[in-house]
């Protein structure tokens, strides 16, 4: 199965410009690689960057209606948005989302034909605790409840402790957990890790610990530096 290395710009970069710099940046320097690249900028970046695979960092699972500030799946399709992410653990953190809430997001996304990052990941109180596997276990048997067909369903094991931290997970701990997902997801089910993913640790994570591609954050935000995580996953 094709890699997958995706973007998660969060509420970065400050201005369309400097979007549209990042992002024809990494348009230039990925031309031919053979990983699937998509970029997540915020929403409102996401009707100007043209020309790579574009997702958003969440949505709404209404199609329309009186939910002020929200943003639905069927307007990101209408974009042309292809991926979404959900369960991200800075929304489960910030935002109060619940594995039911990200069950309902992720439905509606499978339903609207939009391919889905899903988001999970225990925090450093949980793995101290001994509880990583029951965590994801959990987070995945009531993210997924009800959803039989995973065809568009990527999963991300971003351990929390390692996003936006410099304290990446070791090879070992992410191929064990990796393994693990695995058992309740289908052998093509892409499972993606994050967590201060850069240029120099990004290959490991594909070819010692099994990760079928990458989410990345901070690092996504410099061209160059993501190009060469991109090109690290080939
Ligand atoms: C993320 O936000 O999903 C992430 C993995 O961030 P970072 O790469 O900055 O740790």
Not at 87 to 92: K, L
Not at 166 to 191: A, L, P, Q
Request: glycine share 10%; charged share 25%.
């Amino acid at each position: 199965m094709k890699k997958l290395i995706a973007a998660n710009w969060k509420m970065n970069p400050a201005s369309q410009k400097q979007a549209e710099d990042i992002f024809n940046g990494i348009k230039e320097g990925v031309k031919g690689v053979a990983v699937e690249v998509v970029i997540c900028p915020s929403f409102v970046y996401l009707p100007l960057l043209k020309g790579l695979t574009l997702g958003a960092q969440d949505m709404f699972w209404e199609e329309k209606g009186p939910f002020t500030g929200e943003v639905s799946g069927a307007m990101l399709k209408d974009l042309g948005v292809e991926y979404v992410i959900i369960g991200h653990s800075e929304r489960r953190k910030y935002f109060n989302e619940t594995d039911e809430l990200i069950n309902k997001k992720i439905k509606k996304a499978s339903e609207t034909g939009l391919k889905v990052i899903f988001c999970i990941g225990e925090t450093a109180q949980e793995r101290d605790a001994g509880k990583k596997n029951e965590v994801l276990e959990k987070q995945i048997k009531q993210g997924l409840a009800g959803i039989d067909n995973l065809e568009n369903i990527n999963i991300a094991y971003e351990p929390v402790w390692a996003i936006g931290t410099g304290n990446n997970c070791s090879v070992e701990n992410t191929k064990e957990s990796i393994d693990f997902i695995r058992k309740f997801v289908k052998e093509n089910t892409r499972i993606l890790y994050g967590g201060s993913v850069k240029s120099d640790n990004s290959g490991l994570y594909i070819k010692e610990a099994g990760a079928n591609g990458l989410l990345v954050g901070g690092a996504s935000l410099q061209a160059e530096e993501f190009i060469k995580i991109i090109k690290s996953a080939e």
